[in-house]
């Protein structure tokens, strides 16, 4: 049997009286594009921070690529790749200082890193913006960088949490490229995005938090006869989008209560 | 014609000007959420220590300021119970002086909020403007600078009590001034260290100065050395000597003076000399009613530079995408060896970041500076050597090197902001990211102790050997000691730095008291053992007592980079909730 990319186990986690994540129970196989969806607030940045060595998990297990996170965490961190919420970028340094940063962190020598560095630049056309700071690039241009810095080391396993967020469509088509580049190469993908149609495009399997507990999982054509059984006539099946597989699943109130209009709004 | 008109919207309170009911809301707005944030960080156990820790510090500022005030308000007495006015400006320009640098020395430490978070809602440009002034009014220099205008009131009201309503107005419209002036200095600072190519330009001034210092010291010391090997016949009597200086200094310092009287601090002590004059002879008030009116004048020019930053700010110009450096096409920076390894790397990543922020070179550099001025107490060598009553000046001076480094050392993760979940996520140990830091912040050290050694031997003379070996033992002691300290501070009392930035940083008083005591410690012990040998008159023996405890400090800054991923790893939610915290 294949051992899987990214396996959990009952992964909880607790704010003090919060729990954030509950019992969630996945596995990823390697090369799946995985996306991980979830309303504001459900869980799924605690979940990439606690699959990425970044948070503690209050109960249950993890295991990348075979290994458990503890005592073989420095290995593991060489084959995983993160783009984090924060992002992780230092202000101070230009994009190519910080490449080189982070390419020599993660144990790449010189030459590796540098012509990485200038081929990551040109890919993120980044190349002419090699003497700002990175603390006065646009969002669009940050989260770029930080998508090059996640993939200098050629990680087999990728988190990516919210990488499309503020940038252009243009850069998002060539980072498209890129992570379909990648699964075709064989690396596992794990994303997280509100923009439901890059979802639908890239990935292959879905899995969706509410509040902090996993609600479904699947491949997206399970999914859609999932909720389709659901709903009266089978041609719904060939119809139903993501949005509405996701709305249908965690209520179109995001499993909230539901919101009083506002009347007052023009 | 549809316009913008906010007088319809229900719930929207009537604008009417900085007091107008609008404005007073968002006021009410502004200390409600002052006081929400305060009684939001008592909820945790560090909030509470943090409290514990500024009020300390409030206590210690407040004695400090009692202190001045007391001073100043004795040196006033003497002044005005003496009608000895030409000695007022000497009071007043210490009092500016006081009030424009200790901000700039305590904007690494003090909590300060960012009012350009009041810019994203509606609020009027007289109230952000008012806000601004306003929240100046409870910083450390400001009430060491209150507390000195009473000492003067006090003073001056004392030895005349006819003075009384002429000192008030003064010093009301000095204070008004200084209060201005630091605001803008804060405002218009971080400006220009938002820009990289005026950071460097400052960087180089800076490192001009320095430079310059240096070098006028020989030049010094070789006019004075000179005068003190002449002939005991061609030795000047202090008469002759003080004939030669004011025949030679005399005009320049007429000059000066004349200079001075037109700068505020001159102004505000022309005017109570003006006003005494007025009051004993009777010609009325109309001198002193001018300088006073000039000196309105300075604060009013204070008060428009604060303006027309804020004025910049307030239409929409953010200091964090102030304007950079054009492209100028690629252009690889090899000037630092591209050695490899993560240590290297952490090393050549913190060089960069410190070549680019003005305030860190500026706290590292100050010291230095400093040690050369107050090496003029030293002055008197004597031709054999360095005076027995002078040997303690070497190891001050390079101690008073040590203080520009507190940030670095105790919290030499502050300045990474987001960038603090690299190293989490990297597969480097944070032990060896400490290392490296460790390493680069000694050698940085190390550097600016030699400096303010060589500084010292120009200045006052070369020290025995003995000296020497005392201190770099004692040296050997207290930088692990500190290294040590620092990181388990910087782990578990972190906060948040901006290095380009002098104001408005967070700051943490718990951190800065407790490294304070740290470093009193450290201090207290060497100046233990430097008075003991050197009473015994042994002074070869503080060398192995110092080597003793520097093996200790060693072996505790091993064992604790030896368990600092495991605290790191253990506080690492909060390590990075702290440092990359918005607002």
């Known amino acids: ?266 | 014609m549809a316009g913008i008109d906010s007088a319809g919207i229900d719930g929207m309170v009537s604008t009417g000007g900085v007091l107008g009911a609008a404005a007073r809301a968002q006021y009410a707005a502004m200390a409600q959420l002052r006081w929400s944030m305060f009684s939001h960080s008592l909820r945790s156990s560090k909030g509470a220590l943090e409290l514990g820790a500024r009020t300390m510090a409030n206590l210690l500022y407040a004695a400090m300021g009692v202190a001045i005030g007391l001073g100043a308000g004795a040196g006033s007495y003497l002044i005005a119970s003496k009608n000895a006015w030409e000695y007022l400006p000497i009071v007043f320009w210490s009092m500016c002086f006081l009030w424009q640098m200790v901000p700039i020395m305590l904007a690494s430490f003090q909590e300060q909020f960012d009012l350009g978070i009041l810019l994203r809602f509606p609020v009027l440009f007289g109230s952000y403007f008012l806000l601004y002034v306003v929240s100046g009014l409870v910083d450390i220099s400001t009430i060491l600078g209150g507390l000195c205008s009473i000492g003067i009131l006090v003073g001056v009201t004392l030895a005349r009590p006819d003075l009384f309503g002429w000192t008030l107005l003064g010093l009301a419209v000095f204070a008004a001034f200084n209060i201005l002036l630091v605001r803008a200095i804060f405002a218009w600072i971080d400006r220009w260290l938002a820009q990289r190519r005026t950071r460097e330009i400052l960087g180089a001034i800076f490192m001009l100065m320095i430079l310059s210092l240096q070098l006028l010291n020989p030049a010094l010391h070789q006019r004075r050395h000179d005068r003190r090997n002449g002939q005991p016949a061609q030795r000047q009597s202090v008469e002759q000597q003080t004939d030669e200086l004011r025949a030679r200094y005399g005009p320049w310092l007429q000059t000066a003076n004349q200079v001075q009287s037109w700068l505020p601090p001159g102004l505000a002590a022309r005017a109570l000399r003006q006003a005494a004059a007025g009051e004993q002879s009777g010609y009325g008030a109309v001198p002193a009613l001018g300088s006073l009116i000039v000196l309105g004048l300075y604060a009013l020019a204070a008060g428009g530079a604060l303006a027309a930053r804020l004025k910049s700010e307030y239409r929409g110009e953010n200091l964090g995408q102030a304007p950079s450096r054009k492209k100028v096409g690629k252009r690889e920076s090899g000037w630092l060896p591209n050695a490899a390894g993560p240590i290297a790397a952490v090393i050549e990543k913190e060089l960069r970041s410190l070549l680019r922020s003005m305030p860190v070179l500026y706290a590292l550099g100050m010291p230095v500076v400093m040690v050369f001025f107050f090496s003029a107490v030293f002055h008197n060598r004597t031709s054999s050597g360095l005076h027995p009553q002078m040997q303690i000046a070497l190891p001050i001076g390079v101690a008073y090197a040590l203080l520009g480094f507190t940030q670095l050392f105790y919290n030499n993760l502050g300045a990474e902001g987001a960038g603090i979940q690299l190293y989490f996520l990297s597969p480097t140990p944070i032990r060896s990211v400490m290392l490296a830091k460790n390493l680069f912040h000694s050698a940085l050290f190390l550097f600016d102790a030699v400096v303010a050694g060589v500084i010292i031997g120009f200045r006052i003379g070369a020290p025995t050997t003995q000296l020497i070996a005392a201190t770099a033992a004692w040296l050997l002691f207290a930088l692990p000691s500190n290294l040590a300290v620092g990181n388990v501070f910087s782990v578990t009392m972190p906060y948040r730095v901006n290095p380009g930035r002098m104001s408005r940083q967070r700051g943490s008083q718990a951190n800065a008291l407790l490294s304070l005591l740290v470093q009193l410690g450290i201090l207290g012990t060497g100046v233990a053992v430097f008075l003991l040998c050197t009473l015994a008159q042994a002074l070869w023996l503080a060398v192995p007592i110092f080597m003793a405890l520097a093996a200790g400090a060693a072996f505790a800054w091993l064992r604790v980079l030896g368990n600092i991923d495991a605290m790191a790893n253990q506080r690492r939610d909060s390590l990075m909730a702290t440092l990359m915290k918005m607002g």
């Open chain 1, 1 to 266: 049997m294949e051992t899987a990319a990214i396996q959990t186990h009952g992964l909880t986690r607790r704010f003090g009286a919060l729990t954030a994540v509950e019992d969630v129970t996945l596995s990823v196989a390697p090369g799946q594009f995985f996306g991980f969806l979830g309303p504001n607030g459900a869980g799924k940045s605690t979940t990439i921070k606690m699959l990425t060595g970044l948070l503690e998990p209050s109960a249950g297990t993890i295991e990348i690529l075979g290994s458990p996170f503890g005592a073989s965490a420095l290995e593991l961190k060489r084959q995983i790749g993160v783009v984090p919420e924060g992002m992780a970028l230092l202000g101070r340094l230009t994009a190519p200082e910080y490449l080189r940063f982070v390419g020599r962190m993660y144990g790449l020598d010189g030459a590796t890193t540098n012509r990485r560095t200038a081929e990551l630049l040109d890919f993120m056309q980044l190349a002419n913006e090699s003497r700002k700071l990175v603390v006065d690039f646009s969002h669009g241009m940050q989260k770029k960088l930080a998508m090059a810095a996640a993939v200098i080391h050629g990680p087999k396993v990728l988190f990516l949490d919210e990488p499309f967020e503020g940038v252009d469509a243009i850069a998002a088509g060539m980072l498209k490229a890129m992570l379909t580049g990648m699964i075709n190469r064989g690396a596992t993908i794990f994303l997280t995005t509100h923009v439901l149609e890059i979802v639908e495009r890239l990935c292959s399997h879905v899995a969706i938090i509410s509040k902090g507990r996993l609600v479904a999982n699947g491949s997206l054509q399970e999914l859609r006869a999932g909720v389709a059984s659901t709903l009266p006539g089978t041609e719904q099946e060939q119809r139903l989008t993501l949005e509405e597989i996701f709305l249908s699943i965690v209520g179109a109130d995001g499993g909230q209560e539901p919101a009083q209009e506002l009347t007052w709004l023009a």
